[in-house]
């Protein structure tokens, strides 16, 4: 008998089996049931609006109060771009036989890219390709981009066109586990260190415990910070807010050189923190960006309403220095460069 005949190996190999279908199964349950909820929540607002005056400002003004009585009450998943998420869902598939039958089979981030074609038809067909071929998101995205519903409507056969799904584009049976939108909608805290590499998590680790020792008025917001638009998600390394400047304060570490996408990325973090977080008394958010690339250390300072000088000129007296972060930033490098020596020697 060989080793792979063993009752030992065929006992792994059907545990493992019976595991994983059982993860699927989760994975069903949990995407249909909250497709659903989202479908049910967006007809109870379209209803709402009905009931008051038929004004546009009417509704955003129902999107934004709802958005601030659920986060209260519920915590994170209730932003008002999800909120206007959810009454756009309802409107685009008003029958409700839709929702149960088909957007339920395929994941909240799925049916955030389809309900944003406009061509009826071609969402009908992503729908169903989408929940027959087990495409995933990203597979998705980049037919939706590239025409490929027009591009195959043009062509005489499916043949004739190209498309890229691959098994290692197929949704894996365990990726619920790390989409964002199924953590809120549990309400399970998010995994902070599922994005970092180990020596970024080092670097960062050390820059909040320095900005807090500091003594300039930071109050630690959280790591790995996630804010999402309609059908993105983004992570900023660090998000403090300074009492003293009394506004938001943003760092984004990269480890490669710097590059205008970075400093483009940080001003579009800033501009969503002012438009859904910042407090009408607080002043415009700060982005800080460090590159750590190689020996050389760059930090950009970025503000978008630069037109208020007193505060522009204010906050250099309470933020650290471009001095005092290139050198905490080259000692940590420096530290975590011996340790890995260290290690490497024993």
């Not at 008051?52 to 519920?74: C, D, F, H, M, R």
Request: a negative charge.
């Amino acid at each position: 008998m060989s080793e792979s005949d063993t009752p030992a190996t065929s006992l792994i190999q059907d545990v493992v089996q019976i595991l994983q279908l059982a993860r699927q199964k989760a994975y069903s349950a949990v995407n249909s049931e909250m497709v659903i909820a989202y479908w049910k929540m967006g007809k109870r607002i379209v209803q709402e609006e009905q009931h008051g005056e038929q004004k546009a400002a009417y509704g955003e003004a129902i999107l934004k109060t709802l958005s601030i009585a659920l986060t209260a009450e519920l915590g994170k998943g209730f932003s008002y771009a999800n909120i206007r998420n959810f009454r756009q869902f309802f409107l685009t598939y008003p029958d409700e036989v839709m929702c149960y039958a088909v957007c339920s089979k395929l994941s909240w981030s799925h049916n955030r890219l389809i309900m944003r074609i406009e061509n009826s038809d071609a969402r009908a067909y992503y729908l169903k390709e989408c929940a027959n071929q087990t495409w995933s998101t990203r597979t998705l995205e980049r037919n939706i981009n590239s025409l490929y519903y027009q591009r195959l409507l043009s062509s005489q056969t499916k043949s004739d066109v190209s498309i890229h799904d691959q098994d290692s584009d197929k949704i894996p049976a365990n990726e619920f586990i790390k989409d964002p939108c199924v953590f809120e909608f549990l309400n399970i805290p998010e995994p902070v260190n599922a994005l970092e590499q180990d020596i970024e998590k080092a670097l960062i680790g050390n820059l909040q415990q320095f900005l807090l020792e500091l003594g300039k008025g930071f109050s630690f917001v959280g790591r790995q910070f996630r804010i999402s638009t309609e059908t993105s998600h983004f992570y900023i390394d660090l998000v403090f807010y300074n009492y003293l400047l009394k506004c938001f304060v943003l760092f984004d570490l990269k480890t490669g050189k710097l590059t205008h996408q970075d400093t483009g990325q940080m001003d579009m973090y800033i501009r969503m923190f002012d438009d859904l977080k910042k407090q009408d008394d607080d002043n415009p958010t700060i982005g800080i960006i460090l590159c750590t690339e190689k020996d050389k250390t760059v930090v950009k300072y970025s503000i978008l309403n630069d037109s208020k000088q007193l505060f522009a000129t204010k906050y250099m007296l309470y933020l650290p220095t471009a001095e005092e972060l290139i050198a905490e930033i080259e000692r940590e490098k420096r530290l975590i460069k011996t340790q890995l020596n260290e290690n490497a020697s024993r």
